[in-house]
């Protein structure tokens, strides 16, 4: 089962490309405010940046790219800005769909869909569904989410289906609530704009995701700025809770670091 791949429990290939990056993409407002631009021209450019991401990330050979686009907080913004949003993302949907598919990416929404109108409900059905057999590249629209929301309607939804559970349950329990549970916990993090905080993006899955964080702000980030991330993830050494010692191709002559595969955390 995929869970099963969980990168808190095995160590990935650091070397490698991470297989799942998560970005907040933020600092679209200052992009616009630096050039005397409305905010929301801001958020139009945003939606190139992330064109262009998702471009190097499949050539790169990223399997999941998860971005957060609208936090549950986010509604807290002044009311024409949230129809812009709204309005860009309907109109991102419609037309970028049929491209998405071409490039055999597959496109998820995660969150609490409740509060979108029906239009934008539907698009969201829709670009799922014709995307659904896509294994380029799994695309995830974080929309209305926010990292507390998951966790509890994880729980909800769990105890909907097996109330007995009420006496005690294990995270694997829980975690196939989850709103990413078919994705293994994202290797990297990224968050542009220079603030240096995880604004309710992900708690439970960035656990033990490599935080990255730059000054570039959204509509300014590109393939270099890509690249320069990768390259700091390339240098970090993902111990999981172990020693140095123990990950694989350091044991010391005597065994002592040899790795012990069990997971994080405590076992019954
Ligand atoms: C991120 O950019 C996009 C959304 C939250 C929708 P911001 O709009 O937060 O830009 P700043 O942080 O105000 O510059
Ligand atoms: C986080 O950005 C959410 C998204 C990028 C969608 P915010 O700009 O809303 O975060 P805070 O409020 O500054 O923490
Ligand atoms: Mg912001």
Same mark, same amino acid.
């Given at each position: 089962?995929?869970?099963?791949?969980?990168?808190?429990?095995?160590?990935?290939?650091?070397?490698?490309?991470?297989? !799942?990056?998560?970005?907040?993409?933020?600092?679209?407002?200052?992009?616009?405010?630096?050039?005397?631009?409305?905010?929301?021209?801001?958020?139009?450019?945003?939606?190139?940046?992330?064109? &262009?991401?998702?471009?190097?990330?499949?050539?790169?050979?990223?399997?999941?790219?998860?971005?957060?686009?609208?936090?549950?907080?986010?509604?807290?913004?002044?009311?024409?800005?949230?129809?812009?949003?709204?309005?860009?993302?309907?109109?991102?949907? &419609?037309?970028?769909?049929?491209?998405?598919? &071409?490039?055999?990416?597959?496109?998820?929404?995660?969150?609490?869909?409740?509060?979108?109108?029906?239009?934008?409900?539907?698009?969201?059905? !829709?670009?799922?569904?014709?995307?659904?057999?896509?294994?380029?590249?799994?695309?995830?629209?974080?929309?209305?989410?926010?990292?507390?929301?998951?966790?509890?309607?994880?729980?909800?939804?769990?105890?909907?289906? !097996?109330?007995?559970?009420?006496?005690?349950?294990?995270?694997?329990?829980?975690?196939? /609530?989850?709103?990413?549970?078919?994705?293994?916990?994202?290797?990297?993090?990224?968050?542009?704009?220079? &603030?240096?905080?995880?604004?309710?993006?992900?708690?439970?899955?960035? +656990? /033990?995701?490599?935080? /990255?964080?730059?000054?570039?702000?959204?509509?300014?980030?590109?393939?270099?700025?890509?690249? +320069?991330?990768?390259?700091? /993830?390339?240098?970090?050494?993902?111990?999981?809770?172990?020693?140095?010692?123990?990950?694989?191709?350091?044991?010391?002559?005597?065994?002592?670091?040899?790795?012990?595969?069990?997971?994080?955390?405590?076992?019954?």
């Amino acid at each position: 089962m995929a869970q099963s791949q969980s990168s808190t429990r095995t160590i990935p290939d650091i070397a490698s490309v991470p297989r !799942h990056i998560a970005i907040i993409m933020d600092g679209n407002g200052r992009w616009a405010k630096q050039r005397f631009l409305p905010r929301v021209m801001g958020h139009q450019r945003g939606v190139e940046a992330l064109r &262009e991401v998702v471009k190097s990330c499949r050539e790169l050979g990223v399997e999941y790219l998860t971005v957060f686009a609208f936090s549950s907080e986010n509604w807290r913004r002044p009311a024409e800005e949230v129809s812009f949003l709204m309005s860009l993302f309907l109109k991102m949907l &419609e037309r970028e769909v049929a491209k998405l598919h &071409e490039n055999n990416i597959r496109l998820k929404i995660i969150g609490d869909r409740g509060r979108f109108d029906d239009k934008l409900m539907q698009a969201m059905q !829709h670009a799922e569904q014709l995307t659904a057999d896509n294994v380029g590249l799994t695309l995830t629209i974080a929309a209305n989410y926010g990292g507390r929301w998951d966790v509890m309607h994880a729980v909800q939804a769990m105890l909907r289906e !097996h109330p007995q559970l009420a006496q005690g349950f294990a995270e694997e329990d829980l975690s196939p /609530y989850l709103s990413m549970s078919d994705a293994p916990e994202p290797d990297l993090f990224i968050r542009t704009g220079g &603030e240096q905080r995880i604004s309710n993006f992900m708690l439970w899955q960035l +656990a /033990y995701t490599e935080l /990255y964080f730059t000054d570039v702000l959204w509509p300014a980030f590109g393939r270099e700025d890509l690249d +320069a991330a990768i390259a700091s /993830y390339q240098k970090r050494e993902r111990r999981f809770g172990r020693t140095s010692e123990q990950l694989p191709g350091k044991q010391s002559p005597d065994g002592q670091g040899k790795a012990n595969d069990h997971g994080a955390g405590f076992q019954k």
